[in-house]
């Protein structure tokens, strides 16, 4: 019966597409399947419906390869897990619609398609899930790993001075890098000022307070001092707020003054030159 079900829905699937498709941008809440151009969601579609019948009609292993392979594509669009099983249901409630518009089933014979509509679904579900998981759990880690690696460098913008930009939420591991990374530079480069900059990052708490003020006094520790610019009025508000004690700080509220006090502190200013 299995093979009467897949039989079924290829012969009809060119004219299932388009229904289902219609569907699927009436619960897409956050827009990422009707953001893809028309090629691409009855591409996408079709992939979705063609991986739906390798599991009711091909071998376990055909189906586990073309289920990795769909559930990165899925990843990377930007589908929620919620999307993706919602479509799948949407699906096997659609063509168990048409088969019985065409009297494929009849009152004889519902249960038994029912039963195998059951027994096709629950597993795909599960495996489904299980696929996307892994795959969005594997993504979230390598971006995690790239954005520690591009974000807590520190920069040598003049002799003696150096700027460490950051980006993004600061958690006790970042924080660690940051450290590591900053003690390391300021003896590689000879800094005697550094500036951290935070005018990347989008909320300062206490623990991110914290944070800086380790790595300050850390600074302090190996001969150089440290400087907290990028200070936006409302991260300003926050930090008084939250009674954090920046007293042992030169904060300014943007890179360039950070700069200026910097050079001033070792006995440097900027002068313009008349030609």
């Given amino acids: 019966m299995n093979e009467k079900v897949a039989n079924f829905i290829h012969e009809h699937l060119d004219d299932i597409l388009p229904d289902w498709q219609e569907k699927l941008s009436g619960i897409d809440e956050e827009g990422s399947f009707q953001m893809l151009s028309a090629d691409m969601r009855r591409q996408t579609s079709r992939e979705f419906a063609e991986l739906m019948l390798t599991n009711l009609s091909e071998s376990h292993q055909a189906y586990e390869n073309r289920l990795n392979d769909f559930s990165e594509k899925v990843v990377r669009l930007g589908w929620s897990i919620t999307f993706v099983t919602r479509a799948v249901d949407l699906f096997a409630e659609h063509i ?67 700027v460490m930009p950051l980006v993004g939420t600061i958690d006790t591991e970042r924080a660690k890098l940051i450290m590591e990374n900053l003690l390391q530079g300021v ?29 300050a006094d850390a600074v302090r520790l190996v001969g150089a001092k440290c400087m907290l610019v990028g200070i936006r009025p409302e991260i300003a508000q926050t930090i008084v707020t939250l009674g954090i004690n920046l007293n042992d700080f030169t904060t300014t509220s943007t890179l360039q003054r950070g700069v200026e006090q910097a050079l001033a502190l070792t006995d440097r200013k900027i002068v313009e030159v008349e030609e």
Avoid: C
């Fill in 96 to 162: 168990f619609l048409v088969m019985e518009e065409k009297g494929f089933i009849n009152k004889d014979d519902v249960r038994a398609y029912v039963e195998v509509f059951a027994n096709w679904l629950r597993p795909m579900r599960n495996s489904i899930i299980e696929a996307y998981s892994k795959t969005w759990e594997r993504t979230v880690s390598l971006q995690k790993i790239a954005l520690q690696e591009l974000s807590a460098s520190l920069i040598p913008v003049f002799d003696k001075i150096s």
């Fill in 187 to 215: 003896v590689k480069h000879r800094a005697e000022v550094v500036l951290l900059d935070i005018t990347g990052v989008p909320v300062v708490d206490t623990m991110v307070a914290h944070h800086i003020i380790q790595a």
